[in-house]
């Protein structure tokens, strides 16, 4: 069936061609002339067209020339019908385009069976035509997505090509604008034009104030679609009154537009539009488009790998000299040693430090420093260890070292960092601390003590002389001289045992000062001391005995000051301080009987050594319990066990210092209940004079 239209003035002709076609099948047009039938021609566009030569106006050949010279009728079937079937006129309707001659009166088995087969050609014409222009638009698409894909394949910046694919889409999709609009993937709706493009004859048209991006283009609910994946393709005309408005405004009478991902997150989308005419894609330009949409998806994902591998390796070289540089700039002393405790690196303080070279490091011909390679790492991947070593100057330095093992992702052992640090100088200091904290909090309990000795040492005597005092002046005319004397006498005393104790006190401190005067003039020793122990005596004259021995050990006169005085065994002298060599001898003693009950037994033995002489002073008396024996020769000192015997805690530290004066130790033994010794030894100073 094929749609025919009937040129022709004779309104017979026309009726009769009109019953032979429609009774055949086909869907027939008439037109009386010339005119009316060029323009039924144009808008019916018919398969075929029969047409009288004679006619008034313009003649069938005239018809033929202009209906041929549109091109889409260009392949139109037409058929002259003529009176005359001379050669010339065959010539000049052949020239005028004409396909078919027919001569009048019409025979109609041959018009049919020559419609027919001319249809039959136009038909194939025309499908030929269409698959011809099919096959254009198709290599057209095809070479717009070569450009496009060679377009993105040569660039790998993020931006600069999308210009020329955007172009190269808008003009094969024959758009009236075409653009890449970017959404940001946190935010779908917050949408920016990339990159646009309009046709060479549209650019500047579009009106000021209806610039993109327009808050309500595309409208939000378009948004949300595309950021679901969904393509849209529509006119204005399908669209609800509300949304064509907006397009009206912006001219746009067909859209298309195409969502882009990139690794699975929307990132904006691809768009098509038409202006003047409703016009939709037809399937091959929506498959450019999907083509082009997975292109452009496929260099994002690419470019931004690669944006992304160029940031993080920009970021990498900067932690690396952020790292560096602090590593270098350390003061602290840095190294690292492999799992088996080869040292692979050592920052500049350390070479610094320990004056050698990185080179003598990574030969490993000097290696201070060694991590504890036997600890657990797992259990114990951190630690901080203390570490005194000799620096090549012989100075004895103390560090600190924090020794961590590292691990890689799988947990396995890739090594250990040691950063250490002198800790010399704070190590002493605070040892320096302790040490006058130790002495502040002595300080504390000597102070406490001595004003516990003083409220009961001097309250004592004071006692006794405000007593005897006050007695002396209510009965000094009642008693007789003898009493009176008595009584002042007792005054004296307790005056006396309070300079003896002030003086004590001031000996201590002159010894804390170091003022101590040593003044070593030769004694005969053994003579001095049973002097002292006489004095003693004298003062207990019934309660103890003290007994003196003296002995010779391994003793060489040639070697001390005996030599010189020519003295001979036992009256030997030796160079002391005699003053001090009282305090230490009359101390001891005295506490020897202090401290034992009466009729004790005080023992005390000179021993010559050989550049040496040791006092033992041994009694049977209270002993001293073993815990307080460490603090004994510490200044008002007194054992708990002192109980009411009378004492200042003075006589001890003032026998230690005098030792000390004289270079000599001293020691002490004691067993509670049973009795202490101490022992003095004091070397034999050579003689000089
Ligand atoms: P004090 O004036 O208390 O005797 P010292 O300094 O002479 O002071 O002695 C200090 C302390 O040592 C005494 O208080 C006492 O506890 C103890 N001490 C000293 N000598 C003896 C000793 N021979 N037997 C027992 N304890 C002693």
């Excluded at 060029?38 to 106006?57: F, Q, S, T, V």
Aim: hydrophobic residues 40%; aromatic residues 8%.
């Amino acid at each position: 069936m094929a749609k025919i239209l009937v040129i022709d003035d004779d309104i017979t002709i026309q009726l009769v061609l009109q019953h032979l076609l429609e009774k055949e099948g086909h869907e027939v047009a008439i037109a009386k002339d010339g005119k009316e039938g060029i323009r039924k021609a144009r808008d019916w566009h018919p398969d075929g067209i029969i047409c009288d030569w004679l006619m008034p106006g313009l003649d069938g050949l005239e018809v033929c020339r202009q209906v041929k010279a549109i091109p889409d009728l260009a392949t139109t079937f037409f058929v002259l019908l003529t009176a005359r079937e001379e050669v010339d006129d065959l010539v000049k309707g052949l020239d005028a385009g004409a396909d078919e001659f027919l001569s009048k009166p019409v025979e109609p088995e041959k018009l049919l069976a020559r419609m027919r087969a001319g249809l039959r050609t136009v038909k194939s014409a025309q499908l030929s035509r269409t698959l011809t222009q099919q096959l254009s638009q198709k290599s057209a698409l095809l070479a717009a997505l070569v450009e496009v894909q060679g377009c993105l394949l040569a660039d790998n910046s993020t931006n600069g090509c999308y210009a020329q694919v955007i172009s190269t889409l808008g003009r094969a999709l024959d758009a009236s604008h075409a653009y890449f609009w970017e959404a940001s993937p946190e935010s779908p709706n917050l949408n920016q034009i990339r990159v646009d493009w309009f046709p060479l004859q549209h650019q500047g048209s579009r009106r000021p104030g209806l610039q993109y991006p327009d808050s309500s283009y595309p409208p939000a609910s378009w948004l949300e679609l595309l950021a679901k994946g969904q393509v849209i393709h529509t006119t204005a005309a399908n669209l609800p009154a509300s949304e064509r408005q907006i397009f009206q405004e912006l001219d746009i009478q067909a859209v298309v537009l195409f969502p882009i991902t990139v690794n699975g997150k929307y990132c904006g989308f691809i768009g098509c539009e038409n202006h003047n005419r409703a016009r939709l894609w037809d399937d091959s330009e929506m498959d450019l488009l999907r083509a082009t949409v997975s292109a452009i998806s496929l260099h994002l994902e690419r470019t931004t790998a690669e944006a992304e591998k160029a940031r993080s390796l920009a970021a990498l070289q900067e932690s690396e000299a952020r790292y560096r540089a602090i590593v270098e700039d350390q003061t602290e002393l840095i190294c690292r040693f492999a799992p088996d405790g080869t040292l692979t690196f050592v920052n500049d303080a350390y070479c610094r430090y320990f004056g050698i070279s990185t080179d003598a490091v990574r030969r490993g011909s000097l290696v201070p420093i060694i991590p504890d390679l036997t600890r657990d790492f797992y259990t114990d991947p951190v630690v901080t260890r203390e570490h005194s070593l000799i620096l090549l100057n012989g100075e004895v330095r103390i560090h600190q070292w924090t020794d961590r093992a590292l691990f890689d992702a799988q947990n396995r052992l890739l090594g250990f960092q040691a950063v250490g640090q002198d800790i010399t100088d704070r190590k002493r200091a605070e040892e320096e601390a302790i040490k006058a904290l130790e002495k502040e909090k002595e300080l504390v309990e000597l102070k406490s003590r001595f004003i516990s000795m003083v409220s009961h040492e001097f309250r004592t005597p004071l006692t006794t002389i405000l007593s005897a005092a006050d007695l002396l002046e209510y009965y000094i005319d009642n008693w007789n001289r003898t009493k009176n004397l008595e009584y002042i006498q007792r005054i004296q005393t307790a005056a006396v045992s309070m300079m003896n104790l002030l003086e004590d006190v001031l000996f201590i401190g002159r010894s804390e000062a170091n003022k101590i005067l040593f003044n070593p003039k030769p004694i005969q020793l053994s003579e001095f001391c049973q002097k002292i122990l006489a004095e003693i005596k004298a003062c207990n004259p019934t309660s103890h005995s003290i007994i003196f021995s003296e002995h010779f050990l391994d003793f060489d006169p040639a070697q001390t000051v005996v030599s010189k005085f020519g003295q001979s065994s036992p009256t030997m002298m030796a160079l002391m301080d005699e003053k001090l060599l009282h305090q230490i001898i009359g101390n001891l003693v005295a506490n020897s009987v202090k401290y034992s009950a009466n009729h004790g037994r005080v023992e005390f033995q000179l021993v010559w050594g050989k550049s040496e002489v040791k006092f033992y002073v041994k009694d049977n008396g209270i002993g001293i319990p073993p815990e307080e024996i460490p603090h004994l020769f510490e200044s008002f000192y007194r054992a708990k066990n002192t109980a009411d015997i009378p004492g200042t805690g003075l006589g001890l530290a003032i026998v230690k210092r005098s030792v000390d004066v004289h270079g000599g130790e001293i020691s002490v033994e004691s067993e509670l209940g049973k009795g202490t010794t101490f022992t003095v030894t004091l070397p034999l100073i050579k003689y000089q004079g």
